[in-house]
C-alpha cells in the first residue's frame, strides 16, 4: 500500500515538472531573412517601423541599419536588435523581463511575438517591392 501510494505521488510530481517546462523553449531568433526585389535600405527601415508599431513594439534606430526593439506587455519586456540591409533582416534576443529566460530558454509567448513580428514586415516589405 505504501509503495502504490509513493509510485502516484512521483508520478504526480514528475507530470507536474513536465508540464512547468511546456511555457518555455529555445529562443527564437530571426537571422538573415531575405528580402526579395529592388528595394532601399530606408524602405526596409520604413517596414520594420510600421510592421513594429502596429503590433506594439516601441523601436528606436541606434545606427545605420541597426533598430532596438522593446515590446512590453504587462510586466513582460522583451528587447531585440534589429539588423538589416537592403538584401536582409535579423532580429536577435537582447534582453527580457519575467519571461523565465535562461541559458537560450524563454517563456514560448517570446516566440510568438518575434515569429509575430517577422511576419508583420514580410508584408510591410512586400508591399513596397515593384
Known amino acids: 500500500m ?3 501510494l509513493l509510485g502516484k505521488i512521483s508520478i504526480i510530481v514528475i507530470s507536474l515538472a513536465l508540464l512547468a517546462g511546456c511555457k ?7 537571422d538573415s531573412a531575405m528580402i526579395l526585389g529592388d528595394i532601399t535600405i530606408v524602405n526596409v527601415e520604413n517596414a520594420i517601423n510600421r510592421a513594429g508599431s502596429t503590433l ?14 522593446k515590446l512590453a506587455l504587462r510586466s513582460h519586456l522583451a528587447v531585440v536588435d534589429i539588423t ?3 538584401s536582409s533582416y535579423s532580429i536577435t534576443y ?4 519575467n519571461l523565465k529566460y535562461s541559458n537560450g530558454v524563454i517563456h514560448k509567448n517570446y516566440n510568438g511575438w518575434i515569429e509575430n513580428l517577422e511576419k508583420a514586415i ?3 516589405l512586400s508591399m513596397m517591392t515593384p
Do not use: C, M
Not at 24 to 30: L, S, W
Not at 58 to 67: F, M, N
Open 2 to 4: 505504501k509503495f502504490n
Open 24 to 30: 518555455t523553449a529555445t529562443v527564437r531568433n530571426v
Open 56 to 69: 506594439g513594439w516601441s523601436l528606436t534606430k541606434k545606427s545605420d541599419g541597426h533598430i532596438l526593439g
Open 84 to 86: 538589416y540591409n537592403k
Open 94 to 97: 537582447v534582453d527580457s523581463t
Open 122 to 124: 514580410n508584408v510591410q
